[in-house]
């Protein structure tokens, strides 16, 4: 390791580079170039994967939703375009059916209503819901809480609003918990502000009822317009899909080839499609950029290359004084990993500069296509590390054509 303090060696390695300053600077360029990709790629591809994510950070991702709509096959005596609703058996029978298989399963029914605080009013969705719906779909409450289990079971007249009818009913910074709205003119009384999701949302602006509360007001008995289900870790949802339809399709006396009976989305799914593709996207970031840093290694070879050749008589006169054919080849070594050195440092430097880049002038805003696009410490030590390693190696190529000159031959080149 002496020979790396040695200022005779470095003096050596700052004159081959001075006297060809084009070539290395081209040579460090393709290698700049290549790490400078990767970086770039990767942390777009993870501000990608972070934007995903924030779509749909506060659903259960392995969830399906499920509704009716009309038959398309005629089946047991009923025509075709026979309408008809969800049920509370339905819900009892699912849940016996698949209690290994489903994690939470909530029954949910909706319309819209005028809603009313004093003078001011407008027009939003009034939902009927469990408690469970804040466990697949997570709520980022600003005021108080959301709908409980007491509300249920005495059919409470509560609420909880969106920030959107907190702002249009409501005078600025009054806290809205415990006032009075009203809903299809009954009085309900306030419970719960949420901040409306920025991401993915089946509901928007909406104002939440216990589901009990909402079947009395709306005399919708045993009925229920979709449901919402999550299932256990491990469950292929595709599958539970596919067999919670046909249990439906049986219940309900529809073909079980009627595909137009039931609508469903597959939340579990379409991720898994996006997943697939950001996966994709990964192992192609990689492969290009590996192999863009493999070629900007390779043209160091080269040009270390030419400059032995360059260098033959030089070589040869350290030889003829006692340069042994180790610190021939070290010399030649340290020249390449120098070189990579720099051009990696530099290209890891401009990568996360462009990453802020985007990150300041894109990435900001609920519309953001690239979130907090970085790479991970390892992940650059790691390819920094790999980037050593080939400069080190191609180095020894040149290094071995340096010390197979034999010096009587080299004091002759002209």
């Known amino acids: 390791m002496k020979f ?9 390695i700052y004159g081959s580079i001075r006297k060809n300053k084009l070539r290395t600077f081209i040579t460090i360029l393709g290698v700049w170039w290549g790490i400078f990709l990767l970086v770039a790629l990767l942390g777009g591809a993870r501000g990608i994967e972070n ?18 709509q009309s038959t398309d096959t005629p089946f047991k005596g009923f025509q075709k375009g026979r309408r008809f609703r969800l049920t509370f058996n339905d819900i009892e029978v699912l849940k016996s059916e698949y209690k290994e298989e489903i994690k939470f399963l909530a ?7 005028l809603i009313i605080k004093d003078f001011k009013s407008g027009n939003f969705r009034v939902s009927g819901d469990y408690p469970v719906l804040d466990k697949i779909q997570k709520k980022s409450l600003i005021y108080g809480r959301f709908i409980n289990t007491n509300d249920i079971l005495r059919k409470s007249k509560v609420c909880v609003i969106s920030e959107d009818i907190y702002k249009q009913l409501f005078e600025k910074n009054i806290n809205p918990i415990g006032e009075y709205i009203k809903i299809n003119n009954i009085g309900y009384q306030v419970v719960g502000v949420y901040e409306p999701p920025t991401t993915i949302s089946f509901d928007g602006e909406a104002a939440y009822i216990p589901f009990t509360t909402f079947q009395k007001v709306y005399n919708r008995a045993d009925k229920i317009d979709w449901m919402m289900i999550t299932a256990n870790e491990g469950v292929d949802i595709n599958q539970m899909e596919t067999d919670i339809l046909l249990s439906l399709k049986n219940l309900h006396k529809v073909h079980p080839e009627d595909d137009r009976a039931f609508g469903s989305v597959n939340l579990g799914n379409e991720i898994g499609k996006v997943t697939g593709f950001l996966t994709g996207m990964q192992f192609l970031t990689w492969f290009v950029g590996i192999a863009t840093l493999i070629a900007g290694v390779f043209a160091i070879g080269n040009i270390l290359l030419i400059t032995v050749k360059e260098r033959t008589k030089e070589i040869g006169i350290r030889r003829a004084i006692g340069a042994t054919p180790i610190e021939i080849r070290r010399q030649v070594v340290l020249e390449s990993v120098f070189l990579t050195t720099v051009a990696g440092m530099l290209g890891i430097f401009f990568g996360a500069l462009i990453l802020y880049a985007i990150e300041r002038f894109f990435g900001q805003g609920d519309d953001a296509v690239l979130v907090n696009p970085t790479v991970n410490i390892p992940i650059i030590l790691i390819a920094f590390s790999i980037l050593i390693v080939l400069g080190t190696l191609i180095g020894m190529i040149p290094a071995f054509m340096a010390t197979i000159i034999k010096p009587i031959e080299a004091l002759r080149e002209e």
């Open 4 to 12: 790396l303090f040695d200022s005779d060696t470095w003096q050596e």
């Open 51 to 68: 934007g995903f994510n924030r779509l749909f950070g506060n659903f259960a991702t392995n969830s399906v939703f499920i509704w009716t």
């Open 107 to 113: 029954p949910r029914s909706q319309t819209n209503n």
